[in-house]
């Protein structure tokens, strides 16, 4: 894990690696074509050098408008030690209801991949991403606001400490 800071930067990086945007679209929805379409927008940090993969849910559906300085929720929903295991969670499930029958949640989607960087400046948390795929974006990427290169600001906050 690479740290930098020095007396002229006031930034030190915490933690780099690979970002990945996945989106999972409403039940029995095939082909989703806007937000509405949309069930969840999840963002997976896999920090470099670790074996380690954390799944947030991020709690809009789509990524704050850094222009409007909005603010939004996430959670970190799982922390698994491979990405298989991380997948496993994220297929094509098929389920039993009492009213509606036998309903099928798609599998998650690949929305967007990069590289990211966890950088402390003073005592804010920013975290910064590049993407690489695609290499254009195009309507889901502009459906859920994943902009080619972004930096947000992050609040983290323990539950069980109120």
Same mark, same amino acid.
């Given at each position: ?7 002229? !930067? ?17 039940? %029995? %929805? ?10 969840? &927008? ?39 030690? !491979? ?7 994220? $297929? ?9 029958? %036998? $309903? ?18 003073? %005592? ?8 690489? &795929? ?16 972004? !930096?947000?600001?992050? !609040? ?7």
């Amino acid at each position: 894990m690479a740290r930098t800071a020095s007396k002229s !930067s006031p930034y030190e990086t915490v933690e780099q690696g690979n970002i990945y945007f996945i989106y999972r679209p409403r039940v %029995e %929805e095939t082909d989703p074509e806007g937000i509405d379409d949309i069930q969840q &927008l999840h963002v997976v940090l896999a920090p470099e050098g670790q074996k380690l993969f954390r799944l947030i849910n991020v709690g809009r559906k789509r990524l704050p408008d850094v222009e409007e300085h909005e603010r939004h929720w996430g959670y970190v929903e799982a922390i698994t030690k !491979s990405g298989e295991e991380l997948e496993e969670g994220l $297929r094509r499930e098929t389920y039993g209801t009492k009213t509606r029958g %036998e $309903r099928v949640q798609p599998a998650a989607r690949p929305a967007g991949e990069g590289v990211y960087a966890l950088v402390r400046r003073d %005592e804010a948390l920013h975290l910064a991403y590049d993407l690489e &795929l695609p290499e254009e974006g195009g309507p889901v990427q502009e459906a859920l606001n994943i902009a080619p290169k972004a !930096s947000f600001v992050l !609040s983290v906050r323990t539950p069980e400490k109120g």
